[in-house]
């Protein structure tokens, strides 16, 4: 390797020859990465630097020790897990009131400009199988607006609502950054004031019976982004210009608190007052919005005590006995389903990043091409890799204070992750429109349904038009029939 390629080092030595780094590979068992190396250019060999002196081999080295070599088991017991507590939906007037005063506490940190919205947009989408981002998506059921678009509606309605525009932070991956950038670019930033789009970090994929990194091709690692959780440590990371961290920003711009959530679900409540004021008056350093789990085999992580330390199961970790347990009126005694909506306090994302306590890493078992030492790609049938990933919800174990909020499923959450089937484009747009049809039936309009209960026709509404029922009522005129597709933006 060529100084000129201002290459330095991360694994212990400076590395200006390519004995120096095979050495320092050697050292971690990962030679071969260099097998390559005399067939490269100038440009290969210093991609393939950059790669490897972007990685951490010493904590690679423990993950390959505790993830890989070791297999995992998750020791769950039973004994020690109980419910825990959560801020149920209202039910009489006196949990109305109290709900309306956590919305005028929400209201008031919106309107002092303290809180920003953060998207995670950084996966990879395998399951939808979209061509491009998943934010650019055309979800809208009559509009085809994409998922991006209607966040940022409600990011510029809120904003216009509360009399302060909220900043918004998406993140991206090295993957489709530049296709998330493009997009945005294309779409003006959907006319709102203030967007940062900022990649999050990779993880190599690491064979799972040699624990030895793969290669994607010859001068280049196979590497994936760091999961959801990989979120805290972009936004404190400097950025690749020198300026300040994006978390430096916020706290300049008087930004105390975070609303965070993913890019796949449109019926996010962004910026919920009502949430954000929970949070603030728990004194909370994270808070989760949660729905009543209905079936023990759902999908949905389950928030609970383990030991009397908030927690969160991931649902392939839970085991049946649990996972089945009822209260005695038959509901789910494990409950609590998160849905991967949160606020957070800047200062907590500081002290959890920058105070060494930032999130562990968790194996996934994934099909990874790669290129085998024969020079052939390998296309596997079955799981041959072990990539690393952070969860968002594991800052949950490190939080000294928290409020869990419970959340009406059927008005705020429906992602989309697949091709077909469930979470799938029907099933979003069919939540969507029945959504728009509530606010207009509250407003007065008939809507006509279907036999399923569903409507009979696509109907969207533009966060920009209205952002809830209430927000419409005053502009639809009572006694309408939306008996066609509608369309009000
Ligand atoms: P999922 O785990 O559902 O992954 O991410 P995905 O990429 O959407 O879909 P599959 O599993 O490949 O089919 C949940 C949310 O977390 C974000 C995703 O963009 C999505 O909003 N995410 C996930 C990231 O931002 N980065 C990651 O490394 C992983």
Not at 209 to 237: I, N, T, W
Not at 412 to 421: D, M, Q, S
Request: proline share 7%; hydrophobic share 40%; net charge negative.
């Amino acid at each position: 390797m060529s100084s000129e390629t201002g290459v330095s080092a991360g694994l212990g030595t400076r590395l200006e020859t390519e004995p120096g780094l095979a050495e320092g590979l050697a050292r971690h068992r990962q030679e071969h990465l260099l097998r390559w190396w005399d067939e490269l250019g100038e440009q290969g060999r210093g991609r393939l630097a950059r790669q490897i002196e972007g990685i951490d081999f010493g904590e690679l080295d423990d993950l390959i020790e505790t993830l890989v070599r070791h297999e995992v088991v998750t020791s769950i017991e039973p004994d020690h897990i109980e419910p825990i507590e959560v801020s149920r939906l209202p039910t009489t007037d006196a949990d109305r009131a109290e709900r309306g005063r956590a919305a005028a506490t929400g209201a008031d940190m919106l309107s002092a400009g303290e809180v920003a919205v953060v998207i995670v947009a950084g996966g990879q989408g395998t399951r939808l199988g979209f061509d491009g981002p998943k934010g650019a998506f055309p979800i809208g059921p009559v509009s085809d607006r994409s998922l991006f678009q209607v966040h940022a509606e409600k990011v510029q309605s809120i904003g216009r609502r509360h009399g302060h525009a909220v900043p918004l932070y998406v993140m991206t991956s090295p993957d489709n950054h530049a296709a998330t950038a493009a997009f945005w670019e294309a779409h003006e930033n959907f006319g709102l004031e203030h967007v940062r789009l900022f990649p999050q970090g990779q993880m190599p994929a690491v064979d799972r019976g040699s624990g030895r990194v793969l290669l994607a091709g010859k001068s280049c690692l196979a590497l994936s982004p760091d999961g959801h959780g990989g979120a805290l440590a972009a936004l404190a990371a400097p950025r690749p210009d020198g300026s300040p961290s994006y978390l430096d920003e916020m706290e300049r711009a008087g930004t105390t608190t975070l609303f965070y959530f993913q890019v796949d679900n449109p019926l996010t409540q962004i910026a919920d007052p009502a949430f954000l004021g929970r949070h603030r008056e728990a004194g909370a350093d994270v808070s989760f919005k949660v729905i009543e789990k209905q079936r023990p085999d759902e999908r949905v992580g389950v928030v609970v005590t383990v030991d009397g330390r908030p927690d969160v199961i991931e649902y392939s970790d839970l085991p049946p006995e649990l996972a089945e347990r009822r209260r005695p009126d038959g509901r789910l005694a494990l409950s609590a389903g998160s849905i991967a909506t949160h606020v957070f306090e800047l200062g907590f994302v500081r002290r959890l990043v920058e105070g060494g306590a930032d999130l562990p890493y968790h194996r996934a078992l994934k099909k990874v091409t790669y290129l085998a030492d024969d020079g052939n790609v390998v296309k596997p049938n079955e799981p041959n890799a072990v990539k690393f990933e952070k969860f968002i919800f594991d800052s949950l174990r490190l939080a000294r204070r928290y409020a869990i909020v419970e959340a009406d499923r059927r008005l705020e959450f429906e992602p989309l992750k697949n091709a077909t089937g469930s979470e799938s484009p029907e099933t979003v747009r069919a939540r969507l429109s029945d959504l728009y049809a509530g606010w207009l039936e509250e407003g007065g309009v008939t809507v006509v349904r279907r036999a399923d209960g569903l409507p009979a026709f696509p109907i969207e509404i533009s966060p920009l038009y209205a952002l809830d029922a209430e927000d419409l009522r005053d502009r639809v005129q009572p006694g309408l029939v939306a008996d066609r597709p509608l369309l009000l933006s």
